[in-house]
């Protein structure tokens, strides 16, 4: 049974920074790629960032890119999302996801990703 652990969300002020982590607590193989999602209640779940932890590569989303950073490792079994410069609009529950077939390139939708933790809520008030 796998089982993804999300920790690091909370209350934050507009232009704080926030580190999310997602803990790997058990899992049948290896991950060959995670991801981070984010979702808002009556809204669809939306790709932030993803990372390749076998054979290399990262992709942001729009949303994301200059103010995320993603960065995680297979062995420890951990992914971490740095978010900087937060604002209102990154309010929403964030989901830690990954995968155990191997992708050519970061998978940036749902479909691409089997495991799903049950999600950190961030919240940023101005």
């Known amino acids: 049974q796998v089982e993804l652990i999300e920790t690091g969300g909370g209350l934050a002020r507009v232009g704080d920074s926030l580190r999310l982590s997602c803990v790997v607590a058990?899992?049948?193989?290896?991950?060959?790629?995670m991801g981070w999602f984010r979702q808002a209640p009556g809204k669809e779940r939306e790709f932030v960032a993803g990372?390749?932890?076998?054979?290399?590569?990262?992709k942001y989303a729009y949303l994301a890119s200059g103010r995320f950073t993603i960065s995680g490792s297979d062995e420890e079994g951990a992914l971490f999302l740095q978010m900087t410069n937060l604002n209102p609009d990154d309010t929403d529950r964030y989901y830690c996801?990954?995968?155990?077939?191997?992708?050519?390139?970061?998978?940036?939708?749902?479909?691409?990703?089997?495991?799903w933790g049950q999600g950190t809520q961030v919240t940023v008030s101005s």
């Open positions: 990372i390749r932890l076998i054979g290399g590569g990262i």
């Open positions: 058990q899992r049948p193989s290896r991950f060959y790629a």
């Open positions: 996801a990954a995968r155990t077939m191997d992708a050519t390139v970061v998978p940036t939708l749902q479909s691409g990703y089997a495991y």
